[in-house]
């Protein structure tokens, strides 16, 4: 259960896109379509974002998306605000009933 | 609306145990599993621990397996988190975790605002 790879910060002016990556393992992203993102703003609690396949709770900006190829997984954010600035995480499946996180990225909006 | 409140966090010891409830409201509670999220200060999350809606199933992370249990009383709409023998590295913000339906292979849809365990001496 070792956690999932992710930049530590990325960074994007307002208007631009920008891409997370989540890396894994054949254990975990590789073997399951079942990557969730994440995002905490400092000192709130995380909200669900996105699930694969763009699944996204209602009322969620269609800016987010999501895509995955292998091992690694992706968060595409278009049309960056700067709301959008926080923390974001990914999270996969990994057997068993377990997930694990990767280490989070700190998005930085110019 | 969907509300999960976590209590029972505070200072212990190492090597004591303490007892976290979240108690949820505002959705059938028996149509869900549920999750234990920790986040220690200035870290990032790590998945603890997950129950299925009947508690048939109870899925831990290693770095718990063991010391942590995981349990629910649906007649209660409340979840509970049993941690014995606590680390220094159990220090941390425990958030309870709603999944999107009764087992365990969905994310995770609502979340609590987390109760604080500080495992010092």
């Known amino acids: 259960q070792s956690a999932l790879t992710q930049p530590a910060s990325v960074s994007g002016s307002p208007g631009q896109s920008i891409t997370i990556s989540c890396t894994g393992t054949?254990?975990?992203?590789?073997?399951?379509?079942?990557v969730s993102w994440y995002q905490q703003h400092p000192g709130k609690a995380p909200k669900f974002l996105i699930f694969e396949g763009n699944n996204r709770p209602s009322g969620l900006s269609n800016r987010f998306s999501v895509s995955k190829s292998g091992n690694t997984a992706s968060l595409t954010i278009s049309g960056l605000q700067a709301e959008d600035e926080s923390d974001y995480y990914c999270c996969s499946y990994a057997g068993s009933g377990t997930w694990v996180f990767g280490g989070g990225t700190k998005l930085t909006v110019l | 609306e969907v509300q999960l409140v976590e209590s029972g966090g505070g200072l212990v010891q190492p090597g004591r145990s303490l007892r976290l409830s979240c108690a949820a409201s505002g959705f059938t509670f028996d149509d869900y599993a549920i999750h234990w999220v920790r986040q220690a200060p200035g870290k990032g999350l790590e998945w603890v621990s997950g129950i299925t809606w009947d508690s048939g199933a109870v899925a831990y992370a290693d770095s718990v397996k063991g010391r942590f249990t995981s349990s629910r009383d649906n007649a209660k709409n409340s979840l509970y988190l049993q941690m014995n023998s606590l680390r220094p590295e159990d220090t941390a913000l425990y958030y309870c975790?709603?999944?999107?339906?009764?087992?365990?292979?969905?994310?995770?849809?609502?979340w609590g605002q987390g109760t604080l365990v500080t495992v010092s001496s």
């Open positions: 975790a709603k999944a999107q339906n009764k087992w365990l292979r969905t994310p995770f849809d609502s």
């Open positions: 054949t254990s975990d992203v590789g073997s399951y379509n079942l």
